[in-house]
């Protein structure tokens, strides 16, 4: 079945910490990979989305995220949170052939301690 | 440009009461999404349309029914509320199936 799993549900890190947070997907074959992030209170907004090409991609607000194929995962980073970097996030998948589907993770939520 | 606009807010409804959510785009996407945030679960998908006229259930839509009469609306309807459904609606558009989705603020329905 196809699944996006984010292992960490809640993230706890003080201002100029590294952030790492982990996404795996389960999808046959080739697939769209996105962040997307929900600030409290607000709706989801992208973060950045692998297509094709460069499995590195940088997105806005110093967000990376690489894509490993062979390991089916796309780890969201940044080198150093900020307070204002508190916010949910989402990893979301869907097949580059799909008709309309994007699966998302649970969510892991994210707290930056001034 | 608003993007993708949904009403109401927010609503408080009793239980057994039809309940209609509003969602607009602007953006003359073809595809059109509801969604439902709830806590721990993540976003799952109620129902989708990949184009006018044409609409296909997602992972949780009993309960729920959408038409899509034209590009830009896309309205999800509760027949009878029942508390379960007590949530936050996010209704998103994309040009094509699979690409980047694009969400309205949301609609927080509490149902009692």
């Known amino acids: 079945a196809q699944s996006v799993s984010q292992h960490n549900h809640h993230v706890i890190l003080s201002e100029a910490a590294s952030l790492e947070l982990g996404c795996n997907y389960s999808?046959?074959?080739?697939?769209?990979l996105f962040w997307y992030v929900q600030y409290p209170g607000q709706h989801l907004q992208l973060l950045l989305k692998?297509?094709?090409?460069?499995?590195l991609v940088k997105g806005i607000k110093g967000f990376e995220a690489e894509f490993i194929k062979s390991k089916f995962s796309f780890n969201l980073r940044k080198p150093s949170v900020q307070w204002s970097d508190t916010a949910e996030y989402f990893c979301?998948?869907?097949?580059?052939?799909?008709?309309?589907?994007?699966?998302f993770g649970s969510g892991t939520r994210l707290l930056v301690r001034p | 440009i608003a993007g993708i606009t949904q009403a109401p807010t927010s609503q408080i409804l009793a239980a057994g009461r039809r309940m209609t959510l509003r969602c607009t785009q602007d953006?003359?996407?073809?595809?059109m999404y509801w969604y439902r945030q709830d806590l721990g679960l993540g976003l799952r998908l109620i129902h989708y349309?990949?184009?006018?006229?044409?609409?296909g259930k997602g992972e949780v839509p009993d309960g729920y029914s959408v038409s899509r009469a034209n590009t830009d609306d896309f309205p999800l309807t509760l027949a009878s509320a029942v508390p379960s459904q007590t949530s936050v609606y996010f209704c998103?558009?994309?040009?094509?199936?699979?690409?980047?989705?694009?969400f309205g603020p949301g609609t927080r329905l509490t149902v009692l």
């Open positions: 998103a558009s994309s040009q094509q199936g699979g690409s980047e989705q694009f």
């Open positions: 999808y046959g074959g080739t697939v769209n």
């Open positions: 692998y297509f094709s090409g460069d499995p």
């Open positions: 979301a998948a869907g097949r580059r052939d799909s008709s309309y589907k994007l699966i």
């Open positions: 953006m003359r996407h073809n595809a």
């Open positions: 349309s990949n184009t006018a006229g044409t609409t």
